[in-house]
């Protein structure tokens, strides 16, 4: 029997619906207007939660890129100060979660380094994810485990080999794993959806997909193919600024993507050969008779 998790009032495994994550990721370009458009926008089309990211910039920015410059909405700067500049802090992440229980729907985030667990700890988070990125931070892996809490684990830009000590690093309880291909946008042809079924072989966990990709139909065949967790990224609008913004779904999208999840699923059904009472008034009018309970005609 494959293990499931609870993520907030969500049971999360194969027994129950799709569990589909709005990425708000930093979306919002450091503005908490934005990403309360974001909340709302993902609440409306019907996702089950929103997910933020959360770093120290002076612990993730390594420490020869924090002098290069970039052209951003706020100038030519550091890397390290744009960094700063897409980081909310105190004040609008206690904003973030009144609104969120306003709304209705869950939220947690994606934690980059174990400060960031600290701070993340005073919201009660129904879950935490560990980015590919930090996926070979065992520190950090033993840090989320530290505060008892469901842990989403992705596996971009990582190897097999990489994705198995992270797991026995952190322990299958209350893990979901989540196939991932780290490019923004990600080329279908290096999605390897294939890999769902490959990672549900070999741990007893939960996987999900989390997708980089333009389009939506992806997301649904991920799911045909086992997953039970969908994280896609939302924008109000692909063309503003942002690194992440052109691998992300606007919300008319996003709302025909839950819609697609939930027909994918449905449809999926038990695999056990039936016949439905929908299928009798064929039965009447078009099987022959004599071949009513499927004998052959001699």
């Known amino acids: 029997m494959r293990a499931e998790t609870r993520i907030g009032s969500h049971r999360v495994g194969d027994a129950h619906p799709t569990f589909v994550v709005a990425e ?15 909340i709302r926008a993902a609440s409306r089309a019907g996702a089950d939660a929103v997910k933020f990211q959360k770093r120290t910039p002076e612990l993730c920015v390594p420490a020869e890129q924090r002098a290069t410059y970039r052209e951003t ?21 206690d904003e973030i979660d009144r609104y969120c229980r306003e709304v209705g729907i869950e939220w ?82 290096e999605l390897n959806l294939r890999m769902i079924p490959t990672l549900r072989d070999r ?12 389009g939506l139909v992806t997301s649904a065949v991920a799911v045909a193919l086992g997953a039970s967790v969908i994280e896609r990224h939302i924008t109000l609008d692909r063309a503003m600024w942002g690194s992440d913004q052109a691998a992300s779904v606007e919300p008319e999208g996003f709302e025909r993507l839950v819609k697609y999840i939930r027909v994918t699923q449905a449809a999926l059904g038990d695999g056990i050969k039936q016949v439905y009472s929908s299928e009798q008034a064929a039965i009447a009018k078009l099987r022959l008779r004599g071949n009513q309970q499927g004998s052959s005609l001699a």
């Open 73 to 93: 909405p706020w100038g030519y700067i550091t890397y390290l100060d744009y960094r700063h500049r897409v980081e909310l802090g105190r004040s609008a992440y």
């Open 203 to 214: 741990f007893a966990v939960p996987i999900g997909y989390s997708g980089h990709e333009v």
């Open 24 to 38: 708000i990721g930093i979306n919002h370009n450091g503005d908490l207007r934005l990403a309360k458009r974001l």
């Open 108 to 189: 947690f985030a994606s934690v980059w380094d174990e400060p960031s667990v600290t701070f993340m700890e005073a919201y009660d988070p129904p879950c935490y994810k560990v980015p590919s990125a930090a996926l070979t931070d065992h520190s950090l892996l033993h840090g989320v485990r530290a505060a008892g809490r469901p842990l989403i684990l992705s596996t971009g830009m990582s190897t097999m080999a990489q994705i198995e000590e992270a797991v026995e690093e952190a322990g299958q309880s209350d893990l979901v794993i989540t196939h991932s291909t780290s490019a923004y946008p990600c080329d279908p042809t």
